[in-house]
């Protein structure tokens, strides 16, 4: 009774903000709410409002909204001086409101992704990848990079349950490398594994995962085991035909009670000493 109190306080102009029609149900249009509060911060700033979308539960009416948005350029054609050019490079801007299910709407701007270069255009598609049923944000970015003509290309995700107030549970600059430094833009896919949800980024016959971690609420890296290696036999020693020599032979003692067999040399008489007595 409280969260409808509060959204019915909210004057008519968010019913028909940016030519939306008057809606049935007794809430406003939950992104009215969010152009409404852009409107109030930005002012004369804001330029246009580029996409909207809307995240909803089974028969219940929209609890979040994401808008793609642009800025008023801070130098207008006029105020240019004479041999300065306009930069028109699209500047996309993301902003997000979510109304729990219990409190007021909450509304905030959504600051640029560490990794993007400045500028970027978006793309947003609606899609549940935490496994609640309920569709969360996915937002492509492109930018052009001086000198790299691959440019930059980034995913980011925004959780969509009401609960979740709108946290960034993914953000990362699609770009793998190969062993051999080839520079590839992933394909992202996302698949459930016995109750894990995944998110795959895949190019050049490699393969990055991710999975959902509910207590943090983030999508984190699943790190792989490392490959076990072979066991190396033992070298089997060969001997050298170079270098080796003949067997000895050994000779076993004489048994008890027997005399070891005389020297054949002693036998010779030819080594008996001569007798000189003459």
Known sequence: MVRTTLLLSLPLALVIGCGGAQ?????????????????????????????????????????????????????????LEDGDDLDLEIDHRLAIVVDPDRGAP????????????????????????????????VVEERASVKGDALGYRGLRIFEGAPDGRGQEIFSKQLLI????????????TTKSVQGHH???????????????????RAFQLVKKAPKAAPAKAAPIKL????????????????????????????????NEPLNLDL
């Not at 905030?108 to 947003?124: F, L, M, N, T």
């Not at 490398?177 to 992202?188: D, F, M």
Request: charged share 30%; aromatic share 4%.
């Open 23 to 79: 809606k049935t149900s007794e809430a406003p249009d939950i992104c009215n709410i969010a152009v409404s509060s852009l409107k109030q911060e930005l002012g004369p700033e804001l330029g246009k409002i580029e996409l909207k979308r809307r995240s909803t539960r089974t028969e219940r009416v929209a609890h979040a909204c994401l808008i793609v948005y642009s800025r008023v350029a801070e130098e207008l054609p006029e105020e």
């Open 239 to 270: 001997p050298n035909p170079t270098t080796s020599k003949a067997p000895v032979k050994i000779k076993k003692p004489a048994a008890k009670g027997k005399k070891a067999p005389a020297n054949d040399a002693a036998k010779d008489p030819m």
């Open 177 to 188: 490398q190969t062993p051999e430094g080839l520079r590839i833009v992933p394909r992202w």
């Open 106 to 137: 909450q509304f905030r701007k959504i600051r640029g992704s560490k990794d993007s270069p400045g500028s970027v255009r978006v793309g947003v598609l609606t899609k549940d990848v935490t496994g609640d049923g309920i569709a969360d944000f």
């Open 198 to 216: 995944l998110l795959l980024l895949t190019g050049g016959g490699l393969e990055n995962r991710y999975r959902y971690n509910r207590l943090h």
